[in-house]
């Protein structure tokens, strides 16, 4: 049997060996980091994982105001017309210019089920590191961040007509 001091010394070493690993895989450069080239099946496992738990960790304890109120819907569309069709796409889009360098690609918001409210009002407000997604929180206040989520919840049943006679009615 090992001592409790013995074992405690082979958990450090081992610990400090990983470290040190990890040190130079990030030194090397090994890795390409590089948009246009895909993660590896483990390392996109382990980032949407992380991405997963982590929003929906702190987005359980948000309150959402009512998002049917059309007045909010319509600014939603406003603001997704100015700041999010490019990458996320509209009903009717199937690609754009800038989507088409993103890694990973954005979801397409005029075909995803947006109905978790707190989630997106979270990753709109606070964005996702290294994707692209920027942290609107920084330049929108919680008001229009919750236009736009009322607006994401409606678009997928949105024709291509509806969505622009909407996104221009306000911007127009």
Same mark, same amino acid.
Request: with cysteine.
């Given at each position: 049997?090992?001592? %409790? ?8 070493? @081992? %610990? ?15 890795? #390409? ?6 993660? +590896? ?9 992380? /991405? ?7 987005? /359980?304890?948000?309150?959402?105001? #009512?998002?049917?109120?059309? @007045? ?20 009717? &889009? ?13 979801? #397409? ?13 979270? @990753? ?5 590191? &290294? ?7 920084? +330049? ?33």
């Amino acid at each position: 049997m090992l001592s %409790i001091a013995r074992a405690s010394l082979v958990i450090a070493a @081992t %610990i400090a060996a990983l470290a040190i690993c990890g040190v130079g895989f990030v030194c090397s450069g090994f890795y #390409n980091i590089g948009a246009d080239d895909h993660h +590896t099946k483990i390392v996109l496992a382990i980032i949407e994982q992380l /991405r997963e738990r982590s929003i929906a960790v702190r987005a /359980r304890a948000i309150d959402p105001p #009512n998002l049917e109120d059309p @007045t909010r819907i319509g600014a939603g569309a406003e603001h997704y017309a100015a700041l999010c069709v490019g990458c996320h796409l509209a009903p009717g &889009m199937t690609k754009s210019e800038i989507r088409a360098g993103l890694y990973p690609h954005p979801p #397409n918001l005029a075909q995803k089920d947006t109905r978790d409210a707190q989630r997106a009002f979270w @990753t709109v407000k606070h964005g996702i590191k &290294m994707s692209a997604m920027p942290a609107w929180g920084k +330049t929108l206040d919680d008001a229009a961040i919750w236009d736009l989520v009322a607006f994401l919840r409606q678009m997928p049943s949105m024709t291509p007509e509806t969505y622009q006679q909407l996104s221009k009615r306000r911007s127009g």
